[in-house]
């Protein structure tokens, strides 16, 4: 019934529908984004601050080291390792055996420094150790990196690397002053703010729920006492706490969602509390105390199902406090830690370019976290308006 009610809410359904392509868009991760690397952190100065839609010759070089792709699973979590270096060019000729090249020294328009590759340099990892590529006729031979010598025709490999080593590649959303892709920035940053988000919640009801249904349930001492305690942390501002948190357990991933979720199981518990009181003494509680039920069976199994409604909603509120609060703490420094990408740190590296005319730097992180946060919101609402329908029906 609630579900039925909740898809009549335009504004609620909105929200949802953005929350699971955002986390379908997270999951995939480095299946999807342009940038595969580890943190899609490939860092090409030469493109530092170019604006969406840029488009740029790429030569992709082949680094003389092994390389072994990673499982399927292995690269959606965290990515891919490249075996090419990537060099931004303006154009490029050959010369027999070489391939020429002139780099792109960062704005268009301006000449760039020339510079050559040999063709088995671009295509295959070499054995430095062995002899240089000798030329043969119309064919180059050479070793390759695992011992094999390699016998291959000049022309053939003009034309792999003109199909394959030369790619045009485009910049939807632009680059950030490192020239790393502004898109797989943001993607692999909804991952960290919905992970952090999900784990945070998580914590807090762990912590709300047991705390909350115990002072509503055993009421006297045991209520006070976590009054009190609750109470206590309330009064101190929630992003002081974190950052007091996060201090203690030190910066990095894994603190941040332990930070956040510690500040956040207070609403839970006095949330809970004012709703197990007021179900405690219902008939059907009377009727499990007169069966012999003991305490904590009653409340696991006939108090918490029927409070879940109102925990839900207020889940729904704590996951985007948690999304802001993390912001927060990355745009502070004491968050998620470079080189892994968070809409805070993002912000943070960008915000002096809000008075230049490249505001779209800090402003395309900011409006990431604002439609998260507001898509969560609508959640919230949506589940508070169909569960209190349903309620009343």
């Known amino acids: 019934m609630a579900w039925r009610r909740f898809r009549k809410i335009p504004t609620a359904m909105a929200g949802l529908v953005w929350i699971v392509l955002s986390m379908l868009l997270a999951i995939l991760g480095y ?3 342009p940038d595969s690397t580890p943190h899609a952190n490939r860092q090409q100065l030469e493109l530092s601050a170019h604006p969406p839609g840029t488009q740029m010759e790429m030569l992709h070089v082949r680094e003389n080291r092994a390389h072994t792709p990673p499982a399927l699973f292995g690269k959606m979590l965290g990515g891919a390792p490249s075996p090419y270096n990537t060099i931004p060019i303006q154009r490029y000729w050959f010369d027999s055996d070489l391939l020429v090249y002139e780099t792109y020294p960062g704005q268009p328009g301006y000449p760039g420094l020339e510079g050559f590759f040999a063709l088995p340099d671009i295509l295959y990892a070499l054995d430095r150790n062995a002899p240089p590529p000798l030329k043969v006729g119309d064919s180059l031979v050479f070793t390759t990196l695992d011992g094999r ?6 022309a053939r490999m003009q034309e792999q690397v003109v199909d394959k080593h030369i790619r045009t ?7 950030d002053r490192f020239g790393r892709d502004m898109l797989s920035q943001l993607v692999i940053g909804t991952r960290v703010s919905l992970s952090v988000g999900f784990i945070a919640v998580l914590i807090s009801l762990l912590i709300g729920l047991s705390l909350g249904s115990l002072a509503g349930f055993f009421r006297g001492r045991t209520d006070q006492l976590i009054l009190w305690f609750i109470n206590v942390v309330w009064s101190i501002p929630t992003l002081l706490l974190a950052i007091a948190i996060t201090f203690a357990l030190g910066k990095g991933f894994w603190q941040v969602f332990v930070a956040v979720g510690l500040t ?5 518990g006095r949330v809970v509390r004012g709703q197990v009181i007021s179900v405690r003494e219902k008939e059907f509680v009377e009727s499990a105390r007169a069966l012999g039920l003991g305490s904590m069976r009653i409340m696991r199994r006939h108090i918490l199902p029927v409070i879940m409604g109102p925990v839900v909603v207020i889940s729904a509120a704590n996951f985007a406090s948690a999304i802001l609060i993390e912001a927060g703490l990355s745009f502070l420094g004491i968050g998620v830690q470079p080189p892994m990408p968070s809409w805070g740190s993002m912000i943070k590296e960008h915000y002096g370019f809000i008075i230049l005319d490249k505001a779209y730097l800090a402003l395309l992180p900011g409006a ?5 946060v507001l898509a969560f919101m609508l959640l919230g609402n949506g589940l508070r308006e169909a569960l209190d329908k349903s309620s009343r029906d």
Do not use: D, N, P, Y
């Open 31 to 33: 299946l999807v984004i």
């Open 149 to 154: 010598q390699q016998r291959r025709s000049i």
């Open 169 to 175: 590649q485009r910049f939807v959303l632009g680059t």
């Open 264 to 268: 956040m199981w207070v609403e839970v």
């Open 368 to 372: 990431a976290i604002m439609l998260m």
